[in-house]
């Protein structure tokens, strides 16, 4: 950038705009990878990071922006290291030396994104300017930092104008948001992020048409500090024409080469668009076997207007096993374990074989502990990129406080991705158990249909969401085949995330849920069918699948279902943060619910500690209409939010 030199006392030089409990433990491995509570060990790293190694040299630091203008100050602290690193010492002096100096760079570019041009900046430690002092030099313990910062006079576009844009588009999907909508007009704050990001839309808006190489080529930006305002043109080159090349495949050892291309979706012949091209990046992840994966456009536009494609790969280890587990007071201490082979013949199918054992401190008798045991196959791209096959077979014996259940089920079917939002399911199922409770008594169920179902996410993390929604909508009809009756059963289940600030540290969440089951009677239906609530997924504070329709002769499930929770999350630390919430369930015996029985309340508060597959969660719930056999209060552990 011409003529946008901010004065400094530590002599910057004149610059042009330049543009994420648990401690993970990583230890190479040459077979399989070990996976304990969400953590992965035994697994190379994949961008190990340097380490500096120094003699520590503390530091307080205090940091003075002339004015009263508390985002300019903020994003200053931000761009600081020595403000972001103060609570650590630095690698010895010439350490504090190095960040200091990088500080005007990092602070210079900072004002300059809030359109502050004509900045001082001065930073000193132990009363000596940054920019003057050696590597060698030696400071008091701790040493006295101070920067100070004068941002300058607010610079506003006199002229902000973009040369040969693109044409508009009649594609709604290769629309380009308007530079002038995101204040690159007269008048407006002339920050260099505005003036970049305007680059960047103009360009893209040339690659949404095919121009695969649209770039800036020319920007002339010019300061006035004699009226405070910039006069910014920027002139985009589109380049050529470009429909996709041949797409190649570099770097698979099992992997088939061909069958990564097909994965990529791209269609050789088919006009350029870099949406494609990040597209084909997300499936490239999704498909779990790569342990690093790049999609690289040729440099060059080819004679004949085609752009070749290279797929860069690095295989991940074919075998995985972990463990995991959950506890409460209620319902005891859950462990889990998988195994998983992620590439069986060579087009990323998956094996995964896992076991369960549950309830263990409620008793000590094994015969009284839940167990779930099976095994999931699945095979991606089986028709489409979008469509994966999946085939699973599970075992099971759940003893609850209203029935135990001895069985086996089974589904085999499709899930496709129609967009990056919105998917969809369709399985068939099959499942025979038997029951026994203290009601009915011992019965067997053999039943046999079909589920499905359509997901939207819009949640912009689905492990610890801050922004967004989900919903999930679920359709399983089914023929019961020892009764000779045909039911459906409902789900209807969403959830919210609303960030309260920028930051996202404070962050509301709710979630609804709504069942319903269409015929046949309670007792001709298996009762893992019917609706129950309570757990730490659903009511916290009561025990898992406690709260139904209540008889005189106790506890069955319902036909009918109505849930609700809010939270409110609270961040304290880059790591852990804090929660309260409310939570509320309903059970009815008739599908549709005429609210005679009693709505179950739990409130309660809890922790979350960060970690890099999810928050570990630990909530204290308590209920608000106990039973004679709830408690005055319940703990939760696990990994994951509640929803």
């Not at 648990?22 to 990878?33: G, M, N, R, T």
């Amino acid at each position: 950038m011409s003529n946008c030199t901010p004065k400094s006392r530590g002599s910057v030089p004149p610059v042009l705009i330049a543009a994420l409990a648990a401690l993970v433990v990583v230890i190479p491995a040459p077979a399989a990878a070990l996976e304990i509570f969400g953590l992965r060990l035994f697994e190379p790293r994949e961008d190990p990071a340097e380490e500096v190694i120094g003699t520590p040299q503390p530091y307080e630091v205090t940091f003075s922006v002339a004015g009263e203008d508390n985002e300019i100050e903020r994003a200053l602290r931000n761009a600081s290291r020595l403000w972001t690193d103060r609570d650590e010492p630095a690698s010895g002096a010439a350490g504090l030396v190095a960040k200091a100096r990088g500080d005007y760079r990092r602070i210079l570019y900072a004002l300059y994104g809030q359109a502050r041009y004509g900045g001082t900046i001065s930073i000193t430690v132990d009363g000596q300017e940054a920019s003057n002092l050696l590597p060698d030099a030696v400071f008091g313990s701790p040493a006295v930092v101070q920067v100070t910062i004068d941002p300058g006079p607010l610079f506003h576009f006199e002229e902000a104008r973009i040369v040969n844009k693109a044409p508009p588009t009649t594609d709604p999907d290769d629309t380009v948001e308007d530079p002038a909508d995101r204040g690159f007009r007269r008048g407006e704050p002339a920050g260099s992020d505005v003036i970049l990001l305007a680059g960047r839309l103009a360009a893209t808006a040339w690659q949404q048409q095919g121009y695969a190489k649209a770039e800036i080529a020319d920007r002339r930006v010019t300061a006035a500090h004699t009226t405070d305002t910039i006069e910014a043109i920027l002139t985009v080159d589109p380049g050529a024409h470009a429909v996709f090349g041949p797409v190649s495949v570099r770097g698979t050892e099992r992997m088939d080469p061909n069958f990564v291309a097909r994965q990529t979706g791209i269609v050789p012949g088919s006009e350029y668009d870099p949406d494609e091209i990040a597209t084909a990046r997300k499936r490239m992840t999704e498909l779990g076997v790569f342990r690093s994966s790049r999609i690289e456009e040729a440099d060059t536009i080819n004679p004949d207007g085609t752009l070749p494609i290279e797929v860069v790969v690095q295989e991940r280890l074919l075998r995985r096993y972990g463990l995991g587990g959950s506890y409460s007071t209620l319902d005891g201490l859950g462990l889990e374990a998988f195994w998983l082979h992620r590439n069986l013949f060579g087009r990323a199918e998956r094996l995964r074989v896992e076991g369960k054992v549950s309830g263990i401190g409620e008793t000590i008798d094994p015969r009284e502990f839940t167990y779930r045991v099976g095994t999931t196959f699945t095979k991606p791209g089986i028709y489409t990129p979008e469509t994966d096959f999946t085939a699973s077979l599970y075992g099971q014996r759940e003893v609850l406080d209203v029935y135990t259940r001895t069985g086996v089920s089974a589904e085999v079917g499709f899930t496709h991705t129609f967009s990056e939002q919105l998917s969809g399911r369709i399985f068939a199922t099959g499942s025979h158990a038997k029951f026994e409770d203290d009601i009915f008594g011992t019965r067997e169920f053999t039943t046999a249909g079909f589920l499905g179902g359509i997901a939207y996410d819009t949640r912009d993390d689905p492990t610890n969401a801050t922004r967004g929604v989900y919903v999930d909508l679920s359709v399983a009809p089914y023929y019961e085949f020892n009764y000779g009756n045909a039911a459906a059963r409902i789900v209807a289940e969403g959830s919210t995330y609303y960030s309260l600030d920028e930051e996202s540290r404070f962050v509301l969440a709710g979630r609804t849920k709504l069942g319903a089951l269409i015929e046949p009677p309670v007792a001709e239906t298996p009762p893992d069918q019917l609706f129950f609530a309570g757990g730490g997924n659903s009511v916290r504070g009561y025990a898992y699948r406690s709260i139904g329709v209540e008889t005189p002769a106790g506890t069955i499930g319902g036909r009918s279902l109505i849930e609700g929770s809010i939270e409110l999350r609270a961040g304290i630390t880059r790591n852990i943060g804090i929660v309260g919430f409310v939570d509320a369930g309903f059970v009815d015996a008739d599908a549709l619910p005429d609210f005679s029985e009693d709505l179950r309340i739990g409130v309660g508060a809890g922790v979350r500690y960060q970690t890099g597959v999810g928050p570990i969660r630990l909530d204290l719930a308590v209920p608000l209409d106990p039973g004679p056999d709830d408690p005055t209060v319940a703990l939760y552990l696990g990994i994951g939010q509640a929803f």
